[in-house]
């Protein structure tokens, strides 16, 4: 059960909130084998497992509980559980539909644990665990095949019966809001949004929920070629707590796709850049005081309600991001979120 504390909203209205970094560059650093990803249950399973990190909050809940420990340390006021692929749409690549709920359900209950023991170490600056929910490996708005405009591998009603399956778990296992991210089609995200509604509706809940989209390229659009005030005009029918971007780009190259939504948006905003763009091997250079010196930009203008760290991003990131936020107001929010968790 989750430590008593106060709502998120009230403390977005004082000051700017610090989400972690990225769970997957964390990962990497352990070097795991085959081995790692299976456990009794899992020890026939035909189709390889290697590199699938959702499953380690039940194969290693080790490892996954020390990162979410560090990103604490480091002063995240927010960590995401361990379910970017957590649908049973993309776990169908590893034939592991059938496992989906377990992986939602102990990476929420791990987050949670995590979380309360520092919120009791520390009262006067609790822990929130944000449930994440990536975009699936589908796109309900593209063809996968340039030979057949038309073809859809994904629809929405498949979309929303796979998300809800997630909410489902994720609120069992006790997080305090949803996070819809990486967003690169909006019609899934809309999915999402959907299934959360409708799940909420059910167990008459309301958590709140960040919307976060990624900006593929420098044309400012999504993969599916909404502008950022196109994407949050898509967005702006549900009561959100924040929208905002990640990925894809590194922190001065979000900051004026971050200046429409902090111009055009009556919720929070929320940023979590990549730690620069990747080098030819696919890494990330860009140190913590780096990236810290571009964020700040954001927190001099008054962008940001929410900062973190997506790809290539450590818990040194993370505890940079963290010292420069507390030198800065947040974002001011004319009406701000007003659901309750209650």
Partial sequence: MSTSKPEITDLLKDRILVLDGAMGTMIQRYKLEE????????????????????LLSITRPDIIKAIHRQYLEAGADIIETNTFSGTSIAQA????EFIVDQINYQSA???REVADEFTAKEPQKPRYVAGAMGPTNRTASISPDVNDPGYRAISFDELVVAYKQQVKMLVEGGVDLLIVETIFDTLNAKAALFAIDEYMEEIGRKLPIMVSGTITDQSGRTLTGQTTEAFLISMSHMPLLS????????????RPYLQVLADKSD??????????????????????????????EYLKQGLTNIIG??????????????????????????????????
Avoid: W
């Fill in 243 to 254: 929208v905002g971007l990640n990925c894809a780009l590194g922190a001065s190259a979000l």
């Fill in 93 to 96: 690549d590893y034939q592991l």
């Fill in 35 to 54: 081995a790692d990803f299976r456990n009794e249950q899992l020890k026939s399973h035909t189709h390889s497992l290697k590199g699938n990190n959702d």
């Fill in 309 to 342: 760290g997506c790809c290539g991003t450590t818990p040194a990131h993370i505890q940079a991001l963290a010292e420069i936020a507390k030198k800065y107001k947040p974002r001011k929010v004319e009406v701000p979120y007003a659901a309750t968790t209650r």
């Fill in 267 to 296: 919720f929070f905003v929320s940023a979590y850049p990549n730690a620069g763009l990747p080098n030819e091997f696919g890494q990330y250079d860009e140190t913590p005081a780096q990236m810290a010196a571009q964020v700040e």
């Fill in 109 to 111: 209950k791990i987050a």
